[in-house]
């Protein structure tokens, strides 16, 4: 039994990168994907929006010297540039996908269209979301939180590197306590690292709950929608 009918996933461009640390691993590529396939076939809509860290990031470039506003743009095509390797990747599986893109450059991809977004949902499509918002100084967290709510998403899921929310972090704090489910507020209140505000404020205002889970964990995204108890739930 499906726990959940529509998703979207929010991935990390530098999650693509695997052990690489940079650029595309193809055998994390193909493990991602074959993930997000499996739970498509067993009818579960997904949408996913794909970060470009891997590639280049906006903040970085600016910090290096790069404009803000041009830098934010670079890594808007830095998405694209994954947006096209899933898309790639599911095709080679014989899995049908749409790349959008919030930023027109047709014949690459698809200008974002809500509505074309949902008939291919309807239509067992995975759609895949790139290019930021189309706009600087806004995050693909912010993204990943705006396309959810356009596309009617149940949860949105954020895959990361660890299983879930800590009170500390995990990889410098080892006797930090994962929660398993915790509540918007709280997350304010303790100043719970997890989105940034933006994005977060969208989420707590729509009633839209967060599932943060470790993507790299073979077999998570079955368990999810099936209804296991893995990550850590926030919700209203």
């Known amino acids: 039994m499906l726990k959940y009918r529509r998703i979207l996933l929010k991935l990390s461009g530098e999650s693509l990168s695997g052990s690489k640390n940079a650029g595309i691993d193809p055998d994390k590529l193909e493990e991602y994907t074959g993930q997000i396939a499996e739970i498509n076939s067993m009818g579960t809509g997904v949408g996913i929006v794909i970060g470009g860290g891997n590639i280049f990031r906006g903040l970085s470039g600016t910090e290096a010297g790069f404009d803000r506003v041009k830098g934010d743009y670079m890594g808007m095509l830095a998405t694209v540039i994954n947006g096209l390797a899933l898309q790639s990747a599911f095709a080679r599986k014989g899995i049908k996908s749409r790349l959008f893109t919030s930023i027109r450059m047709e014949p690459v991809a698809e200008f974002w269209s809500r509505d074309r977004a949902l008939e291919a949902l309807d239509g067992g ?6 290019g930021g ?23 949105l899921l954020k895959g990361t590197r660890v299983d879930g929310v800590y009170t500390a972090d995990p990889e410098k704090f080892p006797d930090a306590i994962r929660y398993e489910r915790v509540g918007f507020e709280e997350v304010l209140e303790k100043n719970l690292r997890i989105m ?41």
């Open 125 to 130: 499509i995975i759609c895949i979301m790139a």
């Open 196 to 236: 940034d505000q933006t994005a977060f404020t969208l989420c707590r205002e729509n009633k839209l709950p967060i599932l943060v889970f470790n993507m790299d964990i073979p077999g998570s995204l079955k368990k999810l929608i099936s209804g296991e108890n893995i990550g850590t739930l926030i919700h209203n």
């Open 133 to 155: 918002t189309g706009n600087p100084y806004f995050t693909t967290d912010t993204t990943a939180a705006l396309r959810a709510v356009e596309i009617r998403a149940e949860i």
